[in-house]
């Protein structure tokens, strides 16, 4: 899919139990719902039955698409990881943080310990907005 969305057109809100299912198919690629619920089931045990019907609804909502290939359906990400985490963090920003960003950032590190390499991450991030800044 080449179409370039703009964040404000799309509302994508997918449920905890269908960001793992993503999670899954970004890694993955197309796939079974035997292979996802297999990789769903490292983690935490659920039911074959679960995860197709939690599949069939994303793909009603046009978060996946299917395709057969004799017995089985292959399903595939609708929109890249970018785009969903993207719509994701927006959705949360509004409705948690009331639009500002900087409390979600203050928030995170407040409750998240940073290894010393995202700190150099986050330092040379700050030093390349202090550089536009000029």
């Known amino acids: 899919m080449s179409i370039l969305y703009k964040m404000s057109e799309i509302q994508i809100k997918p449920t905890i139990s269908e960001m793992e299912i993503l999670q899954v198919l970004w890694k993955t690629g197309p796939s079974t719902v035997k292979e996802i619920n297999a990789i769903l089931n490292e983690k935490k045990l659920r039911g074959y039955t679960t995860t197709l019907k939690i599949m069939q609804i994303m793909a009603e909502k046009g978060l996946l698409e299917r395709e057969a290939q004799g017995k089985v359906h292959?399903?595939?990400?609708?929109?890249?990881?970018?785009?969903?985490?993207?719509?994701?963090?927006?959705?949360?920003?509004?409705?948690?943080?009331?639009?500002?960003?900087?409390?979600?950032?203050?928030?995170?590190?407040?409750?998240?310990?940073?290894?010393?390499?995202?700190?150099?991450?986050?330092k040379a991030l700050l030093a390349q907005f202090e550089e536009n800044q000029k």
């Open 74 to 122: 292959i399903y595939k990400s609708v929109y890249s990881e970018d785009i969903i985490k993207s719509s994701v963090l927006h959705t949360m920003v509004d409705n948690v943080f009331e639009g500002a960003a900087m409390q979600l950032v203050i928030q995170t590190l407040g409750n998240y310990r940073p290894s010393g390499e995202e700190i150099n991450e986050l």
